[in-house]
């Protein structure tokens, strides 16, 4: 049976497929952001590090991001379909995010961390943020073409989140997260449509304070313009990422001081 869903790992595994031509418009000029003390992390997906990933790191750069921006391959060079059913593996993973975004805490409480996370990348920056410790938090998150299921409850994930974490998601995206994940299953383990085709749904018994960090964006035809038409990797295009996620990321940008074993602002 996985050999029919072979066209759907092609398409997420090949950086090139359904892009199209990036636009040669500028970003907008904006007021210069503060990026002396800030570490943006990125997941990519299923597929490991590939050059969707790279394309977006450009793209946010180019939209005038000037912190440093890193992307961690959680994968260990199994991509692909080991990748999406390799559960505890993934978790294991996501402790080693964790205990990477606490450290850099830990040594720099004034530190600004960001994460974007694409596909199944978006399971362990959650499951990564559900391990901080206690009062410990990051700025903004960007949950991309997410492949959790959408009743997830992120209740716990959004204590450890000061700003918003956004979730870009697609009705476009069918092959990949409707096919594939009622197939092959989520990242975390359910066959059902994923939330990056239809946003998150807030579980009856979530915390609702907790809830209002969240901010979801559905894709819109306004977004073809930056070469995003709505596919599974339309939203990692360098024009996207300059135009759209990096004013989001930067709007985002505050001073503070939180020690890291501090209370939580929210």
């Not at 009062?135 to 409850?153: E, K, R």
């Not at 974490?165 to 009705?171: A, G, K, L, Q």
């Not at 749904?201 to 209002?212: F, H, L, R, T």
């Not at 939203?235 to 990321?249: D, G, I, N, Q, R």
Request: charged share 20%; proline share 6%; net charge negative.
């Amino acid at each position: 049976m996985r050999y029919i869903l072979l066209p759907i790992v092609l398409l997420v595994l090949s950086p090139a497929v359904c892009r199209p031509a990036e636009p040669r418009d500028e970003p907008t000029t904006r007021p210069a952001a503060d990026f002396s003390n800030t570490w943006l992390l990125h997941l990519p997906g299923i597929g490991g590090e590939m050059g969707v990933d790279r394309d977006l790191r450009a793209g946010l750069k180019a939209g005038g991001w000037g912190g440093p921006i890193t992307i961690y391959d959680w994968t260990e060079n199994d991509p692909g379909l080991n990748a999406l059913l390799a559960h505890a593996r993934n978790r294991r993973e996501a402790t080693k995010v964790a205990d990477m975004i606490a450290e850099k805490l830990r040594k720099d409480p004034n530190l600004t961390i960001d994460i974007t996370s694409h596909s199944g990348g978006t399971g362990i920056a959650v499951w990564a943020l559900e391990q901080l410790p206690e009062g410990m938090q990051v700025q903004t998150v960007m949950l991309l073409a997410s492949a959790l299921s959408p009743d997830y409850d992120l209740t716990k994930a959004l204590k450890h989140v000061r700003g918003k974490m956004y979730v870009f998601y697609s009705e476009n995206d069918t092959l990949v997260l409707g096919a594939g994940t009622k197939m092959f299953g989520t990242i975390d383990g359910k066959k059902t449509m994923a939330a990056g085709l239809i946003g998150f749904k807030e579980p009856p018994d979530a915390d609702k304070d907790q809830y209002a960090k969240l901010d979801q964006r559905p894709w819109v035809k306004d977004w073809m313009a930056f070469a995003n038409a709505g596919s599974h990797i339309g939203c990692m295009s360098p024009s996207f990422a300059a135009h759209v996620l990096e004013p989001v990321l930067a709007s985002n940008l505050t001073d503070h001081s939180v020690a890291s074993a501090g209370h939580e602002k929210n």
